[in-house]
């Protein structure tokens, strides 16, 4: 089968498209490369170097691949960022969620579903209890957040509208190799140099944390199963900005200690997923420890 992979050469995306591959299926990568790279693609995965924002590009590119699957993963996934300069998330995270979606509809193909990625661990807010399942009220505290949640609305209108069938994963914090701009990695890059990595906040604040691995399973799952539903995907697990400190710094012999600054406005304070409906659902768990996840994560 032809999946076509938005964001396919970013870290997650990358990953999927592995996972895709592995399994026997075609692929195609469309990526701007504004945070992705060639390098983290497999040579058998074809690919489009194309904005989302583009309409024009975009269908020109589906009018010639014609996938029955989409997965997207094109975004961008900056809290800080978001609340800084909101306009361009939204114009990326919504319009260009749209235009897939317009460009999926307009390829004539037999067309199967759409993968959307959506963020479990920012779309809930801060929930009164934890761990926080699917039910639970949206409540985002950023433009990413809220894009995240209009990015799900658009590939649910969508499904209605023309027909066609969906997964969203809301995915926990995800952390792995090939990544740049997450906790673990920060941590690890500025230990390396020697330079005490800051913690926002006072290390209190607890993730959900996620192997990308697992949650490529968890999308590979998703190609023939969970039609038209929402699902979390996470460890079920929280641990603190503290804790991942102590055990990047551990398995790096780093002595120092970090740095504390005021958190930062947007943030999620505790945040925990509930992902009994995956496992049900999808049969999916996730297999990676957090402990075995960051040794992974930081020796290659």
């Known amino acids: ?138 409540n985002p505290l950023s433009p990413y957040a809220l894009s995240k949640l209009m990015g799900e609305e658009a590939v649910r209108f969508h499904g209605t509208v023309d027909k066609l069938d969906y997964t969203i994963l809301r995915y926990a914090n995800v952390y792995g190799s090939r990544q740049k701009a997450g906790v673990v990695s920060v941590f690890a890059s500025l230990m390396r140099r020697e330079k005490r990595p800051t913690i926002f906040g006072d290390g209190s604040k607890t993730r959900d944390y996620v192997h990308v691995s697992d949650v490529a399973r968890a999308t590979l799952k998703a190609l023939s199963k969970g039609n038209r539903e929402i699902y979390n995907i996470g460890s079920g697990k929280n641990t603190s900005d503290q804790e991942v400190f102590e055990e990047v710094a551990k398995n ?21 997923l509930d992902a009994n409906r995956a496992r049900k659902a999808l049969g999916w768990i996730p297999k990676v420890s957090l402990s075995k996840g960051i040794l992974e994560a930081i020796t290659r």
């Open 1 to 138: 089968m032809k999946i076509l992979v938005t964001g396919g050469a970013g870290f997650i995306g990358s990953h999927v498209v592995d996972a895709y591959l592995r399994a026997g299926h075609r692929v195609v990568v469309v990526d701007n490369l504004s945070t992705g790279s060639r390098k983290n693609l497999d040579p058998r995965a074809k690919f489009y170097r194309a904005d989302v924002r583009s309409l024009t590009a975009i269908k020109k590119i589906f009018k010639k691949e014609r996938p029955r699957v989409v997965s997207h993963y094109a975004a961008l996934v900056h809290v800080a960022e978001s609340m800084r300069n909101p306009i361009p998330t939204f114009n990326v995270n919504v319009l260009g969620t749209i235009n897939v979606l317009v460009a999926f509809r307009e390829s004539k193909e037999k067309r199967k579903k759409i993968i959307f990625a959506s963020s479990g661990g920012s779309i809930y807010g801060n929930p009164k209890l934890l761990p926080v399942k699917e039910n639970a009220a949206p």
């Open 252 to 272: 790096l012999g780093f002595k120092q200690s970090p740095v504390y600054a005021p958190r930062r406005e947007g943030e999620v304070e505790h945040i925990t």
